[in-house]
């Protein structure tokens, strides 16, 4: 009976015995949640400004024509236009390209084009050539790159530009030829690291294809870009496909 009682006792002691408290849970302390949002958005930059449009200057050339510009970072791009033709006026259709890619020198031709002030064409001598690039470097206080400058030349200019290559291919090791008067002569440009062939839609695509194909074939790395809706020595889309054009040369 005794064992009964306690049986029974212990029982009751059970029944009458305290649920379990649960766990606490733990929660943000909404002030500290709202200063630390406060903390973190007062210690965020505010955001960048962006920067102010390209400009294309100018720059005298001791003895020579004056030299377009567009500042950057690491300029290493020359320009040269055709027959009668105004390299501002040209530099003018992609300064942000310039820029983006580090900055571009444009130099006008050494002949003034009789009847048209402001234009001016080549001497078809790439020894003159080089030393006006040269020169125009100078003048706009950029150095020449150790890795070479790139020649972008249309028209007559991308024939002389051909020609510098083939007489000094380290120093112009890459090319973008607009339209050049006739085909590119593929043995010129066989120890090119990278060619751009380009020409309007209503010039000279066939004549700019057809090259690209046969650089290839020399295992000179080629590509065939094309600017809308114009003819031989305009200018259509000049920050696109400009711009497209040096990112590929950055990249080969």
């Not at 015995?17 to 949640?33: G, L, Q, Y």
């Not at 001791?62 to 791009?77: E, L, N, P, Q």
């Not at 040209?90 to 048209?116: K, N, S, T």
């Amino acid at each position: 009976m005794k064992r009964i009682a306690l049986i029974f006792a212990a029982a009751a002691l059970a029944c009458t015995k305290s649920p379990p408290v649960p766990a606490p849970v733990a929660h943000a302390d909404p002030i500290v949640v709202v200063v630390a949002a406060v903390a973190s958005s007062a210690a965020a930059p505010p955001p960048m400004e962006p920067p102010p449009p390209a400009v294309v200057e100018q720059v005298d050339v001791r003895r020579d024509a004056k030299a377009s510009f567009v500042r950057g970072a690491h300029t290493h791009i020359a320009f040269m236009p055709g027959l009668c033709s105004n390299a501002y006026a040209y530099m003018l259709g992609f300064p942000e390209a310039a820029r983006a890619h580090g900055g571009v020198v444009a130099i006008e031709g050494d002949v003034p084009c009789e009847g048209a002030p402001g234009f001016r064409s080549f001497t078809w001598s790439p020894t003159l050539q080089k030393a006006r690039i040269e020169a125009a470097f100078a003048a706009a206080s950029v150095p020449i790159p150790d890795d070479g400058i790139t020649l972008v030349g249309y028209s007559a200019g991308a024939s002389i530009a051909e020609m510098m290559h083939h007489a000094w291919p380290k120093l112009f090791p890459k090319l973008v030829l607009i339209a050049p008067p006739m085909a590119p002569k593929i043995d010129r440009l066989k120890d090119a690291r990278a060619v751009v062939a380009m020409s309007c839609s209503l010039d000279v695509p066939y004549l700019m294809k057809a090259a690209t194909k046969s650089l290839g074939e020399v295992h000179v790395p080629a590509t065939y870009m094309e600017m809308p809706k114009c003819t031989h020595g305009q200018l259509s889309d000049g920050e696109r496909v400009f711009g497209e054009a040096f990112d590929w040369l950055d990249h080969v």
